[in-house]
Each structure stands twice: as structure tokens, then as C-alpha cells.
């Protein structure tokens, strides 16, 4: 196996796995971006049949219901490319596009300050969103199908996974 340089280690899996003997080796990140490489494929072959099927649809609810899913898959290629970007500019040691290389300099204090308060703010909406939602489920069971209920209800977890992104941030920008 090729001898990997020290830095490349570290922008894969960052200092504190050095000296690690548990830490993955550096093969095993290519196998990892070749499964998330993969993955990318597949989720356009899913898109492109997703799409084919609610274009030819002549069911408003159906096309709809398609189309949320569509707007979905897109938002997983595009966290899936983000992530098989990263691992391959670290990997060939350049700086690749769409990837999250940089991430661990960004030293902006004045940026993270404001993201930091607005984080707050918005966590907060999120969860008073949740809850209004829920309330609202509730009054609209039996409404059209059942199809309230279920745009709702992926709502809400829409917007249970906004707020663990959210707490994400934050959580790394107070680490500064
Ligand atoms: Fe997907
Ligand atoms: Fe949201």
C-alpha cells in the first residue's frame, strides 16, 4: 500500500486518532468513498425513476407526493456528493469543490457570533413549529384521505431534523 503522508492523516480523521490503534486505516477510507461513490449513483437512478413516474402522472397528489420525494433524493445526492468530495480532496491531498475541506479553519468570530445567536432563534422556531404542527394534526385526522395528516407529519420530522442540524452548528461553533 502506498505510504500515506502524515498531514493527508490528519485532514482525514483529524489529530486525535493518531497514535489510535483502533483508528480505520488510510485503505479504508478509499473503501468508504467508494460505497458513498457508490451510493451517489444510485440516488440519481432513483431520481431519474422518480421523476419518469410523476411526470407521466396525471394524479395531482400523486405527481405531489412524488415530488416532495424527488426534492428529498436531491437533497441526499447532494449531502452524499458533499461528503464523497471531501473524502476524495483529502485523500489526492487537493481542494475540491463542494466539500466540507476548511471546515475545521473557519475562524470567522464576527460570522460565528451572529450564526451563533440566529442558531438560537431559529432552534426555537423550529420546536414552537413542532408543537403547532402536532396540535394540528390532531384536527386534521380524517381530513382528504389522511393526506393532511401525513404531509404533517413529515413536517414535523422535517423539522425534528432541522433542529439536530441546528444543534449541531451550534454546538460546533461554541466549540470556536
Ligand atoms: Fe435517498
Ligand atoms: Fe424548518
Known amino acids: 500500500m502506498e505510504k500515506v503522508p502524515l498531514e493527508e492523516f490528519y485532514m482525514v480523521y483529524g489529530p486525535q486518532v493518531l497514535g489510535d490503534p483502533s483508528a480505520p486505516e488510510i485503505s479504508a477510507v478509499e473503501q468508504l468513498m467508494d460505497e458513498f461513490d457508490y451510493h451517489e449513483e444510485q440516488e440519481g437512478e432513483f431520481i431519474k425513476e422518480y421523476k419518469e413516474i410523476a411526470e407521466r402522472s396525471k394524479n395531482p397528489l400523486v405527481k405531489f407526493l412524488l415530488d416532495l420525494i424527488i426534492s428529498d433524493e436531491e437533497k441526499h445526492r447532494a449531502a452524499i456528493h458533499a461528503i464523497v468530495s471531501t473524502l ?22 464576527k460570522e460565528n457570533k451572529e450564526l451563533l445567536k440566529v442558531t438560537a432563534d431559529f432552534i426555537k422556531h423550529e420546536k414552537e413549529g ?16 389522511g393526506v393532511f395528516v401525513l404531509l404533517l407529519h413529515s413536517i414535523i420530522r422535517d423539522s425534528e431534523k432541522h433542529v439536530e442540524i441546528l444543534e449541531f452548528l451550534r454546538r460546533k461553533l461554541r466549540e470556536g
Do not use: A, P, V
Open 88 to 109: 476524495k480532496g483529502d485523500l489526492t491531498w487537493t481542494k475540491r469543490e463542494d466539500s466540507f475541506q476548511g471546515f475545521g479553519e473557519f475562524n470567522e468570530e
Open 130 to 145: 413542532i408543537k403547532h404542527y402536532k396540535k394540528l394534526m390532531k384536527s386534521s385526522k380524517g381530513y382528504y384521505f
